[in-house]
């Protein structure tokens, strides 16, 4: 009997990490990655975010693909491979797992490993049959992914995690994307949408507070990984909507005057200095297709949601 779930190991955090953040504390506007948030727990809490009465997007996304799931398989048709980037509690997976009839392999990619190869386990327990290949690695980067060749690849990308990229950056992913795959592959993607300021600013400022304790969890993250001293008690969450920009923006902001050591590397702080963790652009549905059409693919079809709040994009590579 074959195993059912390999894993691939690709992801080097401290080498990376340490230059990364050091870097980004050293600016004027201190700035962290955003894929630091998920560590373990990051992940975890992360998952409870998207429970959260004011977080429309994950129920909203998943109320769409199990409404069109049946158009949805039939715009990709039959898929070899399934990419899924930021594999998650793999609770959208799982629909489309048991649409695509012909799938054979599927393969999360994840920087959180323990998370990634837990989900990875309780998929394989439900689908026997499935061939998965969990890859540890940081999917913004160039890595060389297990792929067979001359047989259809789809990228799965949920969440609208593409709004963590500056638009020149997301253009950037979306080409790195389309060298994994050929002509007539695809990319299934979820985008969110433009909103008012009041729905978009609930969302990341959820009264039970669990999206304040994601963010300050990436402090506690680089404190372990990193040998920092951040006190999280000395930083508060701070989000809101930049509308020139079209994002969100989540940011740490510093209570009091402070000095903080990374490593051997001690970075100041003043009272209300912030460290911008993270950015969520809102993209129009005409926007984000003319990103696509700039990066090599073409849009096959779009479902959005009757409140108009979320989209998911159906894209194949020119």
Known sequence: MRETVIGYDL???QQNMRLEVIQGLMREQKVLPAKYFYDHIGSQLFEQITQQPEYYPTRTELAILEQHRAEIARSIGDVHTLIEYGSGSSRKIQMLLETFTHLDTYMPIDISKDFLMESARQLSERYPALHIKAVCGDYSQSISLPVEESQKRVIFFPGSTIG?????EAMRFLRHSSRILETGDGFLIGVDLKKSVDVLERAYND????????NLNMLTHLNQML????DVTRFEHHAFYNEEKGRIEMHLRSQLDQLVQVGDVTVPFKQGETIHTENSYKYSKEEFETLARQSGFHSVNCWIDEDERFSVHYLEKM
């Open 11 to 13: 992801y080097t955090p």
């Open 164 to 168: 963590n990229f500056e638009p020149e």
């Open 207 to 214: 009264a039970a507070g669990v999206t304040a304790a994601f």
């Open 227 to 230: 040998e920092g001293t951040f």
